[in-house]
């Protein structure tokens, strides 16, 4: 497995947490990675993503304000900080990288993927 998401975890409506991205082979720092996410019984959805150096960031509208993804590229990491979580983030999270490409929120245009890590948000 090339991406390692983690940082999952059940939390209350309201809190926060971090997800990270780590890749083993160390090929991720110049690429776009991003996050995605499937509720039980939904489809796969875009959360987030960003560009090879940092400099551009994708959002979808429902986590627009709350979550902030970043990346350090020495660490060959990816973060998703999720603030003012709520029941429907429910979901298991996934991070994909993407060659040669900034941002995109089109899921067949990343080339390849980690395992996922649950997050669970209780009202």
């Known amino acids: 497995v090339q991406l390692q998401a983690s940082g999952g975890g059940l939390v209350q409506a309201g809190d926060s947490l971090r997800l990270s991205c780590s890749d083993s082979?160390?090929?991720?720092?110049?690429?776009?990675v991003g996050w995605f996410r499937q509720a039980p019984g939904k489809e796969r959805e875009f959360v987030a993503s960003?560009?090879?150096?940092?400099?551009?960031?994708l959002y979808q509208d429902n986590v627009q304000g709350r979550f902030t993804i970043s990346r350090e590229r020495a660490k060959n990491t990816v973060y998703l900080q999720m603030d003012s979580l709520k029941p429907e983030d429910t979901a298991v999270y996934y991070c994909?990288?993407?060659?040669?490409?900034?941002?995109?929120?089109?899921?067949?245009?990343?080339?390849?993927w980690g395992q996922g890590t649950l997050v669970t948000v209780s009202s």
């Open positions: 082979k160390r090929t991720s720092s110049n690429n776009g």
């Open positions: 994909a990288g993407a060659y040669g490409i900034g941002c995109t929120l089109y899921a067949p245009m990343y080339d390849y």
């Open positions: 960003i560009s090879w150096n940092g400099g551009n960031t």
